[in-house]
């Protein structure tokens, strides 16, 4: 009886963040609580009203969205594991990457798009669309995104290889 109650606690649990994630993308894709993202609460009133804030939130309800199907993906982890089997390892594994990569992958999309955006209208802004400090910024950026994506893949390797193979 005691296992049951764990599982009831951990499926509602399950049950409240699937929902919070869920109204949150709800509300971001209308245009609502967009003062809930992360650097987006001391935008000026009139600033929300932007097309920029808009697409925002769509994006970033998009992103919720995703995190629903990773919570879902990592609750399908645990059913496969508690059922068994003879590939219930591997399943579950493929499930769980799958879930993080649900999680990464959206998340690394809203921040580049994000910062191309932003720099998108500074270039507007100051009228200085090919200035050799914006090449500069760009070529950063593309080695900082691909660090970034080496750092991701020499991880996912060592969790989905290394570590199974070293668990043998």
């Known amino acids: 009886m005691e296992e049951f109650g764990k599982h009831l606690v951990g499926v509602v649990f399950w049950l409240a963040t699937f929902a919070l994630f869920a109204v949150l993308g709800w509300k971001f ?19 929300q009203k932007s097309p920029f804030q808009r697409a ?4 970033m309800g998009v992103v919720m969205l995703c995190c629903c199907g ?9 059913f496969v594991e508690a059922a068994g089997g003879p590939s219930a390892g591997a399943v579950s594994d493929a499930l769980v ?35 050799s400090r914006t090449a500069e910024d760009r070529r950063l950026d593309r080695l900082s995104g691909r ?7 020499i991880y996912l390797l060592v969790m989905l290889v290394v570590v199974p193979l070293a668990a043998g």
């Open 56 to 59: 925002l939130g769509r994006r």
């Open 70 to 78: 990773s919570l879902a993906a990592l609750a399908a982890s645990s």
């Open 97 to 131: 990457a799958a879930g993080i990569a649900g999680i990464v992958v959206p998340c690394i999309w809203v921040v580049v798009w994000s910062n191309v955006q932003g720099r998108k209208a500074r270039c507007g802004q100051e009228g200085a669309r090919e200035d």
């Open 147 to 153: 660090v970034l994506l080496a750092i991701l893949g």
């Open 29 to 47: 894709w209308h245009g609502q609580w967009l003062r809930l993202i992360a650097g987006n609460n001391l935008v000026s009133d009139e600033e």
